[in-house]
């Protein structure tokens, strides 16, 4: 495994009888960034990283996280990874802040647990039992375990989900500070605008392989062509200003006044619009780029139908 990467997977597969999972899957997740595994359900995204967690044992291939087989190595393994889980790994019995403060003390250097239970919220329900617990604690209790041990990576699960918008930003913002304290961060989640705010890489998967991956700027940009938009007098040279834009642009009069400007859209074509228009005596009443977003992106290459 290569030094700057903290996950590799090659030729991984997974069966489950006759249904394949995972399906030759290559994927590569490197150190001190935070990498969003996205993937409509029944892609093979849970499989994958509960295989890389060691929770799954690959029907071939390989898999290498910080340096060690996952299942064969998991003793050294442990100590070095934080898990965070649906489920959140409790007994539900068990109250908030000695649940946290178990775990913690099975760590060498673990984070300061109150300080950790006033970030997340969790100091006014510390005494409640688990099962006691609404939905968005439980969430929160379990990103809390998941990162109390000082983890040199951590995998995170839907980590907001269900989360109020206050609860959200706090937990967006911790895995912020993660990042910034050197810890590799893989997260899993449905909500685009999260993987696009958080991430500093994505990996589609779908049918079982990593069908793209880059960084969210790399992958909007690889998606359908942007937009520029603008208004001025109807009527417009637009022969003339296709003339003056980059060879693979269109241009086009859409409604009277109404202008549209498709192709590259960078700051160099911007120029372009802005200095055709100051020649020709236009004074643009608004000018707007339309950025395809993550969620664009997904759907066009996973598809829009519904997956149960």
């Known amino acids: 495994m290569g030094t700057e990467s903290v996950v ?14 995972v399906d030759g ?16 359900n029944g892609a093979g995204k849970t499989t994958t990283i509960e295989t890389c967690e060691g929770y799954r044992r690959p029907d071939a291939g390989e898999v290498r996280v910080l340096g060690l087989d996952p299942v064969r190595q998991a ?24 649940m946290l403060r178990h775990v913690a003390k099975l760590h060498a250097h673990p984070l300061d647990v109150d300080a950790l239970i006033e970030r997340l919220g969790l100091d006014s329900c510390g005494r409640t039992t688990y099962r006691r617990l609404s939905g968005g604690q439980q969430q929160r209790l379990a990103l809390a375990m998941a990162v109390v041990g000082r983890p040199d990576l951590v995998f995170l699960d839907e980590p907001t989900a269900g ?29 685009m605008d999260e993987a696009e705010e958080l991430a500093d890489d994505v990996a589609v998967i779908d ?18 062509e942007n937009t520029l938009r603008f208004t001025g007098r109807p009527g417009l040279d637009v022969a003339s200003l ?25 700051p160099q074509l911007l120029a372009t619009v802005t200095s055709w228009c100051a020649q020709h005596g236009v004074m643009p009443d608004r000018i707007s780029v339309e950025r395809h977003t993550l969620e664009d992106v997904f759907l066009e290459l996973t598809g829009k139908e519904l997956r149960s």
């Open 8 to 21: 590799q997977a090659v030729g991984l597969v997974k069966r489950y009888g006759k249904k394949t999972a």
């Open 25 to 40: 899957l290559d994927l590569d997740v490197r150190a001190g960034a935070v990498t969003a595994v996205l993937g409509p």
């Open 75 to 98: 003793a050294a393994l442990r100590p070095r990874i934080g898990v965070m889980l649906q489920s959140g790994g409790v007994y539900s019995g068990a109250r908030a802040d000695e």
């Open 163 to 191: 989360l109020d918008p206050q609860a959200r930003r706090a937990t967006w913002s911790l895995v912020r500070d993660l990042r910034a304290d050197g810890v590799s961060v893989i997260l899993t989640t449905h909500h």
């Open 207 to 224: 049918a079982g392989k990593v069908i793209a991956q880059g960084s969210p700027d790399e992958l909007c940009r690889g998606g359908a």
């Open 242 to 266: 296709l003339k003056a834009l980059p060879p693979d642009s269109a241009a086009a009069e859409l409604t009277p006044g109404a202008y549209r400007v498709s192709g590259t859209v960078d």
